[in-house]
């Protein structure tokens, strides 16, 4: 399952991760109705079965978050005109090594970008960098 930030839930963005075959949900699906602050979404992502969480917000997530095994964080540095290019940078981190299944990601807090994955992880407290696939 991946989780969308609600700054990131726009139809363009959900419509470009049509190629992910799991579930994709935005982060008001899993509390509606409700303020949902950044302190509280690592609770809600351990209520689910594995999620990726997907956010634009690397100054909240990123180096903030302790990785647990039940869920990955993906904090990708684009502001709002470039949110178009956040599902094929997603699809490539699905092909990066260490990303591409579910059970190689959880655990895992990473910061991508064009060109690289960064990343730290439960009982890896130290940032590791990897080349983002192609």
Request: glycine share 4%.
């Amino acid at each position: 399952m991946i989780v969308v930030d609600e700054n990131i839930a726009r139809q363009s963005v959900l419509a470009g991760l049509r190629w992910y075959e799991g579930k994709v949900v935005p982060l008001k699906a899993l509390r509606p109705a409700t303020v949902i602050k950044d302190d509280a979404i690592p609770s809600l992502l351990m209520a689910q079965r594995q999620p990726t969480f997907v956010t634009t917000d690397v100054s909240g997530f990123w180096r903030k978050v302790q990785p647990h095994p039940r869920f990955c964080i993906v904090c990708f540095p684009l502001p709002d005109h470039r949110l178009h290019e956040l599902p094929k940078l997603l699809r490539r981190l699905f092909r990066t090594e260490g990303f591409r299944a579910k059970r190689e990601r959880m655990g895992k807090v990473a910061l991508v970008t064009a060109t690289t994955v960064r990343f730290y992880a439960v009982h890896q407290p130290s940032v590791q960098e990897l080349p983002l696939a192609e």
